[in-house]
């Protein structure tokens, strides 16, 4: 019987140690747990990102369908430069 007992004991012990220290213990889950969070902020962020990218996509689409509605903003107006082209034409005195 005490045999019995040492190992059961032996066989307790070693399913503890695997549980808490080995491979894919409680701190492999801690760890991979705090991973989860700090890459769902950041999969958080970058969904934010892709929808206003989605939106601005739309937008253009839509003012590309309706060119006559849109509307210029200041910003998007620039200033047309003139350039004087004149041809003069010398006369020789000569002639």
Not at 5 to 23: A, F, H, I, N, R
Not at 27 to 56: G, H, P, S, T, W
Not at 79 to 90: A, E, G, M
Request: charged fraction near 20%; charge should be positive; proline fraction near 3%.
């Amino acid at each position: 019987m005490k045999k019995l007992t040492v190992l059961l004991l032996v066989t307790l012990s070693w399913l503890q140690y695997s549980l808490w220290l080995g491979k894919n213990g409680l701190n492999d889950f801690i760890y991979i747990k705090k991973n989860l969070m700090c890459q769902q902020q950041r999969n958080a962020v970058l969904k934010i990102r892709n929808e206003q990218l989605c939106a601005k996509i739309n937008n253009l689409y839509h003012s590309v369908k309706n060119p006559e509605e849109r509307q210029l903003s200041p910003t998007e107006i620039t200033p047309v430069q003139k350039t004087d082209n004149s041809i003069t034409v010398k006369k020789s005195i000569d002639a």
